[in-house]
């Protein structure tokens, strides 16, 4: 039992003077060489480029009179950036007697920390 009042006794004494005698330690940094630059994005981002393809087509005498069947407009994300992208360019693609477009997108996109473009499935009419 003693042994057992000696030990707390002993812990506890260990306890409160590691409580009371800690020493305080501050540090300052004199040299600015080590802070790191966070680098700021832009706002907006031009992209350019995007391709996408409609399905093939059987052409009639070499020539295909159909419409093009592909979106005005698609919704890019690539996880920095998001918003809607237009046609810029496009042409037909010939193979093997069948045709398809190919469509090149491109447009302005917006920071997602400066407000999420949300994609909404447009109606058709």
Known sequence: ???RKATLVLFSATALFATTNTAVVSAAESSTDSVQNVQKLPLTK???GVKRTGPWHKTR???YDGAV???MEIPYNDGTYNGYLQRERMYEEYSNGKVRWVVYYGGTVRLVSHGL???QKKADR
Do not use: W
Request: glycine share 6%; proline share 7%; net charge positive.
């Open 1 to 3: 039992m003693k042994l």
């Open 46 to 48: 031009k992209v350019h």
């Open 61 to 63: 005498y070499g020539a």
């Open 69 to 71: 069947d592909t979106p």
């Open 117 to 119: 473009i949300t994609f």
